[in-house]
């Protein structure tokens, strides 16, 4: 059996590889770079940071830095073990920035303990997750820095207000992977998103029905269309990848990343998520040709 090529840790600059993202989903992470690569006349990202929420041990959040050097990253992620090995491992991203919390709708500090960690088979040491934030009890302690298994939970509205932390700040592009609580952390950033019309991308889980059609429900009352990825985003087969655009730029953006408009397809209810992956495959294909007869980039 031939041996498995082993990839190098360091670029030929000298920089440490980006490591850590998913080995499951190399489509929506090409068509990540080239919406990254897309010009503003066709929809691209506008003036402002990037949000990695749910950020592991930082293998998106070290793309993002690299596909936008001139753009600061906020890698976010609720347990310290991953925030610590970010800062180590990505110190020379100097727009990377790590913090130690998680999203939602309410700001509250959260005990670990109260929710479930799992163990994650790529990105190393440190290499855990937390599921559901959103239904975690929140701690009787008033500050997260109290305790070595507490974090603070903050709402995305409050950190680019003009009190917040990020006031000097637009949003300009954000990736919300944080297992369950999705639709939690959307209702903690509607008003960023309606000031700053981000793209941002989310997950689901395609057996939850009933919470799909929630989160799909309250894109849609930001003024975005959800266009469901068909290629499992984890280890689970029922896990896709929603790529959600402004109505009033998904057609330039869809033209401008073919990528994107042969891999994914408008979802406008949960039980097309629970389509065969062949039906999915196909609607993508169907949508490609449709607009490469009325291409506007």
Not at 44 to 67: K, P, Q, T
Not at 280 to 297: D, M, P, Y
């Amino acid at each position: 059996m031939p041996r498995r090529k082993s990839i190098p840790e360091f670029t030929k600059a000298g920089r440490p590889r980006c490591r850590g993202a998913s080995p499951y989903e190399p489509r929506f992470q090409a068509t990540i770079a080239a919406i990254f690569a897309l010009s503003n006349s066709c929809g691209g990202l506008r003036n402002g940071s990037i949000v990695d929420s749910g950020a592991h041990v930082g293998g998106e959040s070290c793309l993002y830095a690299d596909y936008a050097p001139d753009r600061i990253v906020h890698a976010i992620d609720p347990l310290r073990a991953n925030v610590d090995l970010m800062r180590t491992r990505y110190r020379d991203r100097t727009n990377l920035i790590p913090l130690q919390a998680g999203l939602g709708s309410v700001n509250r500090v959260v005990d670990i303990t109260s929710t479930k960690i799992v163990a994650r088979g790529i990105g190393g040491k440190g290499a855990a997750m937390l599921l559901n934030v959103a239904q975690a009890k929140s701690a009787t302690l008033q500050r997260a820095e109290d305790s070595r298994t507490t974090f603070r939970v903050l709402r995305l509205d409050d950190m680019f207000a003009p009190s917040g932390a990020w006031a000097h700040e637009k949003l300009a592009f954000a990736h919300f992977d944080v297992e369950g609580s999705e639709l939690d952390v959307l209702q903690g950033a509607r008003e960023v998103i309606a000031r700053d019309r981000p793209i941002f991308t989310a997950e689901v889980a395609t057996g939850m029905t009933e919470y799909a059609e929630k989160l799909l429900e309250e894109i849609g009352l930001l003024g975005y269309e959800a266009y469901a990825f068909a290629e499992k985003c984890g280890e689970n087969r029922d896990c896709r990848n929603l790529i959600c655009l402004p109505k009033d730029r998904a057609l330039p953006i869809l033209s401008g990343v073919p990528l994107l408009a042969s891999g994914s397809y408008l979802v406008n209810s949960s039980t097309m998520l629970n389509k065969k992956m062949s039906w999915q495959l196909k609607a993508g294909r169907k949508q490609a040709e449709k607009l490469a007869r009325s291409a506007t980039c």
